[in-house]
């Protein structure tokens, strides 16, 4: 009794500290949205005594805009290199000179140096690869000579360019003052940015997406390629002469016809850019071309402060920028400058030509400004300066950025949302704790004491770590606790089992824990499996909520059932009660009325086994008839999701879409009113993604002035770039492919191989069903269904490990019964608990399929239509397999042995 009481008062204790935890969550939750986002606000409702860790609303749920950005590190490398080569000109003519120049091959990783005649080139690389270890010799031409870095060192400076970029996005989110980003690395390099509460799109993607690549770069005024174009120039192109030696420079409003005209004309060493000069009140941009030495003097890195100052050269005070540089970059700009007396220096931003000026004698002091031209008005120019001033602060980007995806959730989707999850979690326990009371009785209502428990361990634990809640999260929420049932569903058959067969009543109850340990164990296993190769493989944040939420559901399932529930039947029992009273408390069958097997299942394998193989048949045909309905997720493409105060004809949205620049949208109508609209139309501005990401905003901005008399809400927009589209495909697949490669070498570990076929052959079967449900009705394939396929995987073996665990039991127990017979008798034994388990599950789901939204809705069906396909395959094909490959078997070893 002492030992029964101590372990109560454990559970005591951890309910207390779980509601101790949960507590700063209930605090936030009840919250106006407007504190909620605002942290210090929301510190100052939660008490000193209270943690400050909370539940957070995902993106999804409280809204707001994601970006995910990826980083060119090739062009991180070429950056590294042309630095390299700056680096070694002055380290090498330190004492005497030894090289001409050195500058790095654009787009080639490349680094060439040129050596003057009378240097030896054994010394020079002798002493190259003391200063500067990882560059190799590639190739050489007389004292022309091509390095590149080694396998490891390129590793290093992509890593470590991914590092910077997160590093960097991170900076100017922190001086952007967001109330709790989340900004990670994912495992493909490429940089999540989530910013709640966040309404401004096109503003994140400006300082977020924005290089910043900040280079001081030497003009070739000796440079005379161009002279021979003089007096042969194409209509729209002009040229002028440039600084004290009377460089051309070439000037049109058509930036390809500059490069066409000089192409072949630049030699290596030097690069071509451009000034960019709006005219006509900024509808038109005239670009300036000029020659540049490659080897980058100065760049970013060096920078140690830059702010907003005042062009005191200007005759109307106009705003600049002021630069400070580290005391290395100040001494290098002194020398540059005082080497250059005369030249130009240009100063260029993200490959464009800022300014370049004439050097009129050496800089000290470590300062510079960069100007920002006349073309525009006081205020823009202003904005834009203080918008530059904060991204050199926050540091500059290795290398351009491109956006890959771009995800925004309106105000009013968020939160309602948000309800409509906090709706169905609580219909779906409400429905699962009344069935298990009313089926199990007294058990039934000590279970569903365990499972509210398991809830509000749930929810601490992810308080604890401070995980954000997500809507497929809301999802992972309700399948865990149908998982937990299904455990409480399993002890609560095997006591009743162990009280038919005469055992008294206590000892009913030990052996009922005791037997369905291990059963319990693997089926949960088998799930985490699929649960952790979703998290591994897909770094979205919904899916990664759901992940989280799922596998920490499952280890809380296995400790409340396998502990607490054990806890309280044995303290609920362990009151000096006599055998009889404790039988009827727990609701006993009479004794002897053993479970006969009535029912031959494997009667109906075959036949079973060849509807199966039909639905895969016919998935196939109609998968190659109709295709599958791909989202954005994995088609690329556009996605918006409007809602209209009135009624509105689709053909208007479709009218106002093309007139936007939309060539051929594809609209689907929701809920039968013609208020409620999805929007998708393929990439723009040929896969250039920052270019298409900017040509969406101009679309919804065209879109909802057009439709302004309806009064339109844009929910929610999905951007997603045509190669990440096809990245998060392949993810998909890997991710189905790996869970089960995964649980079978689980099974193959636990049971013998003859149990293998088996359980693959009816979880393929099962993803084939699922597959089939997005293919006949046409419903959108997104990353939730891939979470929902691999769900089904986890759920399907489950329901066979229970199943397998039972006929392993009796092939133990009942050596000289035939397999046949015991696969029968097994079937029939667990019947009960399968069905169970099957309407639990289905309950749970029921809150999503009537309260849930149209995104998570089409995940719930699949889980349900999943539930129903692996309870009918397990009892009827996956068992049939283990007397097939017995049979293949033997006849195997009898051929051998003829």
Partial sequence: MKSIRSRVALIVALTLGAIYYISPTLIYFSQDKDVRNDQEALDQAIPNWLPKKHIKLGLDLQGGVQLVLGVDTEVAIDNKLSRVGTEITRWANEEKKQVKEAFALKGKQTLRVVLEENVSRGEFKGDLAEEFPGLEQVERDGQQIDFKYSEAQLTRIRKAALEQAERVVRNRVDKWGVSEPSINRRADGSV?????????????????????????????????????????LP?????????????????????????DLTKGLVPEGRELLFEETSIAAGKKTRYTGQVLKAATELSGEDVLDANVTYDPNSLDNRPAVSLKFTAVGGKRFADVTGANVGNRMAIVLDNVIVSDPVIQGRIAGGVAQITLGSDKGRQEIQEEAQELSLILRSGALPA??????????????????????????????????????????????????????????????MASFGFALTLPGFAGFVLTLGMAVDANVLINERI??????????????????????????????????????????????PIKGFSVALILGLLVSMFT????????????????????????????????????????????????????????????AVGGAKGMNWSVDFAGGTELEL???????????????????????????????????????????????????????????????????????LQRVDFVGPLIGKELRKQGILSVALAILGVLV??????????????????????????????????SFDLTSVAALLTVVGYSVNDT????????????????????????????????????????????????????????????????????????SSTFIATSFILWSEKWRKSRAAAASA
Avoid at 235 to 259: P, W, Y
Avoid at 567 to 577: G, H, K, Q, S, V
Wanted: proline share 3%; hydrophobic share 50%; net charge positive.
């Fill in 801 to 872: 490990i229970v199943i397998y665990d039972r006929i392993r039991e009796n092939l133990t127990l009942n050596p000289r019964r035939k397999l046949y017979e015991n696969i029968n008798i097994s079937l029939n034994e667990t019947l009960t608990r399968t069905i169970n388990t099957s309407i639990t599950t289905i309950v749970a789901l029921i809150g999503i399929l009537l309260f849930g939204t149209a995104q998570i809705w089409n995940f719930a069906a699949a889980m349900a239509i999943g539930v129903l396909a692996a309870t009918l």
């Fill in 561 to 620: 059932s396998l502990f607490v529930t054990k806890a309280l039947f044995e303290f609920a029992i362990d009151r000096n009660l006599s055998d009889k009273k404790i039988r009827a408390w727990l609701g006993a069958p009479k004794e002897g009325s053993q479970v006969k097997s009535s029912i031959d299942f494997l009667r109906f394998g075959k036949m079973a086994a060849s509807i199966g193989l039909a639905v895969v048949v016919g998935v196939f």
């Fill in 496 to 541: 009743r089992q162990e009280l038919r067969e005469g055992r008294v009543a206590k000892k009913a109850v030990e052996n009922g824990f005791g037997k369905v340990f291990w059963t319990i164990i693997d089926a949960n296993v088998t799930t985490l499996i699929a649960a952790f190769v979703l998290l591994e493989t897909n770094s979205a944040g």
């Fill in 192 to 232: 999540l940015v989530q910013l709640p509460g966040f309404k401004d799109p096109s503003r994140a993607r400006e300082l977020l997406g924005r290089t910043a690549q900040l280079k001081f770069k030497m003009l070739d005024e000796e440079f005379k390629g161009f002279e021979s174009l003089v007096n042969k």
């Fill in 746 to 779: 689980y099974i193959g570990l636990r049971f013998d191989m003859r149990f293998g076929p088996g359980a693959v052959y009816k979880m393929l079967q099962d993803v084939f069903v699922i597959l089939g449900f997005y293919l006949f009705f046409q419903r």
């Fill in 400 to 461: 351009p950025i491109t956006i890959l995806e771009e995800r925004q959730v309106g105000a009013t989707l968020g939160p309602e949302l948000a309800n409509q999850g906090v709706t169905s979690v609580l219909v779906g326990l409400v429905l699962v704790l009344i069935f298990m009371v009313i089926y199990y009785r007294r058990p039934g209502m000590l279970s569903s004491i365990a499972l509210v428990l398991n809830g509000v361990f749930l929810l601490a634990l």
């Fill in 235 to 259: 209509e729209g192109v002009t040229f002028e002469r440039r600084g004290n030696k009377r460089a051309i420079a070439l000037i049109s409003e058509d930036k390809q016809a500059i490069v």
């Fill in 643 to 713: 809602l209209f105060d009135k009624a509105v004809d689709a053909q208007n949205i479709r009218s106002s879409l093309e007139a936007a620049g939309v060539p051929s949208p594809t609209l689907q109508e929701v809920g039968g009113q013609d208020k409620h609209y999805l929007v998708r139309f393929e990439s723009l501005e040929g896969g250039d993604n920052l270019k298409a990401s900017e040509a969406v905003q101009d679309i919804r901005a065209k879109l909802l002035a057009d439709l302004k008399d309806f009064g339109p809400d």
